[in-house]
């Protein structure tokens, strides 16, 4: 289980109001009732409601994103048993997890798909690369290293390991799977030479994530001021989204995604899983050629 534990940002209604302003030609363009939109978050933290009904649950792993939970949230997680994981994206950060006692730290190179799990600074200039930065966390701490980001076969599964990490954290590579709920225009995109074309925006939640550059990313990003800090972003983009994918197109959408879609198969979860923890062999250039190309 996967939760994200962020502070929730204050309402700024001048900035709401600048971003609403942004996207006013597009609600014109796709005929969006702007005064029809609510404001509010696009998504709520780890609570103490989120913890009553995991306790009935007890995952055997409960893995955090932005941090922590306040420690008395965390020591209900860790009170019935369940073992700790949360993201770092620098030496800092894995530290700091390390000094709260998670059992394990994931290190997300800036190769990632999705949000940046940065917490301890917005400073893009500390994120580096998985292959730069899982040795860099592996030296610093004593707790597991789980590497992430850009691992897409099992050359990238053994490449983490050969760096100290013990495991290998994958999201892209799973996006065509049918158990995922990967939209079809997120699907496509995927598979097409767009996927190529990767950018760490913030305007689709306010904090930085990456995903397919497509027509909102390129005309008001890839990071924009107006965009209210995360998840404030969402609610004024999600109807713009909602009409788009209705008439097929993902110009709205966030379409989350790692540097190397390379990994992206149609195949099983499973099937896939056994794939990339199956090395013993480097790829031959038929079998790892880019998505798109022939
Ligand atoms: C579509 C998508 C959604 C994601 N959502 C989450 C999330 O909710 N929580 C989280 O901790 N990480 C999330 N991630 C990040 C992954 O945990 C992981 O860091 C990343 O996928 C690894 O890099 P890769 O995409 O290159 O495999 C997401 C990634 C993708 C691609």
Redesign the pocket.
Same mark, same amino acid.
């Given at each position: 289980m996967?939760f994200?534990c962020h502070a929730p940002p204050s309402p700024d209604a001048a900035r709401d109001a600048a971003w609403r302003a942004a996207l006013a030609p597009y609600y014109q363009e796709l005929g969006v009732d702007a005064a029809a939109i609510p404001a509010g978050p696009g998504r709520a933290p780890f609570s103490a409601e989120a913890a009553d009904a995991l306790e009935a649950v007890r995952p055997a792993v409960v %893995?955090f #994103?932005f941090g922590l939970p306040a420690p008395e949230l965390l020591a209900r997680v860790r009170g019935w048993g369940s073992k700790v994981l949360s +993201?770092a994206t620098s030496v800092e950060e894995a530290r700091w997890l390390e000094a709260q006692g998670v059992d394990a730290v @994931?290190a997300?190179g800036i190769?990632?798909?999705? #949000?940046r799990?940065m917490f301890l600074t917005a400073d893009p200039t500390t994120q580096v690369g998985t292959m730069a930065l899982v040795p860099q966390v592996v030296r610093a701490v004593k707790v597991p290293v789980i590497a *992430? !980001?850009? @691992? *897409?076969d099992a050359g990238g599964v053994a490449a983490a390991l050969s760096l100290g990490a013990i495991a290998a954290?994958? !999201? +892209? *590579?799973y996006?065509l799977c049918p158990e995922a709920t990967t939209s079809a225009v997120h699907r496509a995109a995927l598979t097409s030479a767009a996927a190529r074309h990767t950018a760490l925006t913030n305007v689709f939640t306010g904090r930085l994530a990456r995903g397919i550059v497509n027509r909102i990313v390129r005309e008001l990003g890839p990071v924009s001021a107006a965009a209210p800090a995360f998840p404030l972003a969402t609610a004024a983009m999600a109807p713009l989204r909602a009409k788009a994918e209705a008439a097929g197109s993902g110009d709205f959408s966030p379409l989350? %995604? !790692?540097?190397?879609a390379g990994g992206c198969r149609e195949i099983s979860a499973a099937q896939l899983t056994r794939e990339l923890a199956a090395f013993d062999r480097p790829l031959s250039s038929q079998e790892n050629r880019p998505l798109g190309q022939p």
């Open positions: 996967n994200f %893995s #994103h +993201t @994931i997300q190769e990632a798909g999705g #949000h799990g *992430a !980001g850009g @691992i *897409a954290q994958v !999201g +892209t *590579a996006l989350w %995604s !790692g540097q190397n």
